[in-house]
């Protein structure tokens, strides 16, 4: 049995609040870490710019060190709180030139939600974790940077690709900023070789010929809403560096961080390059597999077969595995179909138009997979959803976060209001005000029941849980008839949804009639 660390309020993952911290080494998955207290942080409003402490206060009452993140974003904060939580010796600053994001994570309303992230952000902040705009004297004050700024994909120009101007300007001010030797980590999504770019900025533009930079490559594996889990006991940490004596040194000074609460066996030492190329490799391995399934969908719905009988079955064969084989109505986020972007532009630069062409066709039927999703719903409702009200079930890319980037919801929904449908909306998280930026023609609901009421359809987009404890009955009764339902997500009961009254459409499942 795994022996879990403690998360929020004191309790490990399942809830269960463990005496004494207790290691299975046979799990050879977490250390004992020091019982040592820390006072709890106030959570009051501070001034992020005093939230910064001189460099003598952190000799005294930080005998670990300094870390300095640059970002303050969905990587950057949950990594550096769980950080902050397990090195409680280890000052930990988190900069960022938006000050309203800043002046967020400085308060009680977080700028992202992530479930189990605020009670450690609340215990640890103003103790050992600081948020602040202070980027140079941070920068200054710690032995180990980390680059989380965003790196999104190039959308303008003659070449595809990263964007990496952020990423670049980032290196400018660690170089600008450094009046000691550093460790520079990329934490962000960085195409093969950037370590190369920033190398030479750093040495470009450094203040001494004596002071050297060090770049490691530790890529993380987080997903939206197992963010925290996946850092407290992640199923493995990845550090690349150069294959150096002062390369290896600073892999090891990085592994001693990670080593507080993760075993030794579970970091992963690769050179600089190979780390790169295994974050974009990981996520586009993850979405073939879903595009895989939804291709088998397609088919299942045209045969009689059952997408999920199908799922089950291949998953039980260990060489392949269960996870990632739930067909949907498409995979979205930040990160898939991004990383697949930047895997073709690679595939092309580096003159592998077979491979790249490969690649391209995962993202080709994750879109075609929304489509016809989305035109199944007009072709259902008689061919024409002009003045019909639709209700739509959720609209963050999957359940637990708030992030809509590249959800299958923005397609459908553009489709929809295309077709002139009325889309009535509800979303546990995501803010509506956020929504409304997207689509200001959608109405967003306080309730589902209100979203479906007089509706002619649901489509249900995201999988979350409480979508499935909802009184269907009562819905059904408010719903203009016949009533229709398309599961985007095959989450619900569809039988009982049928014995209800509802025409009920499935991913990758026969209609019955």
């Not at 929020?8 to 046979?26: E, F, L, M, Y």
């Not at 300095?68 to 990587?75: E, N, S």
């Amino acid at each position: 049995m795994r022996v879990h660390p403690p998360l929020a309020g004191g309790g490990d993952a399942r809830g269960h609040v463990p005496r004494t911290p207790k290691i299975n080494k046979a799990a050879g998955r977490l250390k004992k870490r020091s019982t040592r207290g820390v006072a709890c942080a106030h959570n009051n409003h501070t001034d992020t710019n005093k939230a910064t402490m001189s460099t003598t206060t952190t000799e005294k009452k930080f005998p670990g060190g300094t870390i300095c993140c640059i970002g303050a974003g969905y990587v950057g904060g949950p990594t550096m709180a769980v950080m902050a939580k397990y090195c409680p010796d280890v000052k930990v600053l988190v900069v960022d030139k938006d000050q309203r994001k800043i002046d967020s994570w400085n308060s009680p309303d977080l700028p992202i939600y992530e479930p189990d992230l605020k009670p450690i952000v609340e215990a640890q902040r103003n103790v050992n974790l600081f948020f602040s705009t202070n980027v140079e004297q941070s920068i200054a004050e710690a032995e180990i940077v980390f680059l989380c700024v965003n790196t999104p994909n190039k959308e303008y120009g003659h070449t595809g690709g990263y964007d990496l101007f952020g990423y670049e300007s980032a290196a400018r001010a660690v170089a600008a900023a450094s009046t000691t030797s550093k460790v520079v980590v990329e934490k962000s999504t960085v195409p093969v070789r950037t370590g190369d770019v920033i190398r030479k900025i750093l040495e470009a533009n450094k203040r001494s010929p004596e002071i050297h930079f060090e770049i490691l490559s530790n890529p993380e594996f987080l997903a939206e809403g197992t963010a925290i889990k996946n850092l407290v006991y992640p199923d493995r940490v990845l550090i690349g560096c150069m294959q150096t004596p002062e390369g290896h040194a600073a892999e090891e000074k990085l592994a001693s961080i990670y080593k507080r609460w993760i075993e030794d066996s579970h970091i992963a030492r690769t050179n600089l390059w190979s780390s790169e190329l295994t974050k974009l490799a990981a996520n586009a391995l993850l979405a073939q597999r879903i595009s895989s399934i939804n291709a088998l969908s397609c088919l299942c719905e045209q045969c009689g077969a059952d997408v999920q009988e199908v799922s089950r079955v291949c998953g039980m064969d260990p060489r392949i595995g269960s996870h990632f084989l739930n067909s949907s109505v498409g995979f979205g986020g930040s990160c898939f179909q991004k990383d697949i972007q930047g895997l073709i532009y690679l595939c092309e630069y580096y003159y592998q138009p077979e491979a790249a062409e490969y690649w391209r066709q995962v993202l080709k039927m994750n879109d075609h997979q929304k489509d016809r999703f989305a035109r199944n719903i007009v072709k259902t409702l008689f061919g024409n959803v002009k003045n019909k009200n639709i209700c739509v079930l959720g609209f963050a890319f999957k359940k637990d976060t708030g992030d809509f980037r590249d959800s299958a919801a923005l397609d459908v929904i553009a489709f929809l209001l295309k077709e002139q449908a009325n889309v009535f909306l509800y979303d546990p998280k995501v803010p509506y005000e956020e929504i409304n930026k997207v689509f200001p023609r959608v109405h967003c609901e306080k309730s589902p029941y209100a979203a479906a009421a007089q509706s002619v359809a649901i489509a249900v987009l995201t999988e979350w849980d409480e979508f499935r404890t909802y009184d269907y009955a009562a819905i059904y009764d408010k719903m203009s008839k016949p009533a229709f339902l398309f599961d985007g997500r095959n989450l619900l009961n569809h039988e009982e949804l049928r014995k209800i009254g509802f025409n009920v459409y499935s991913i990758g499942k026969p209609l019955v009639q």
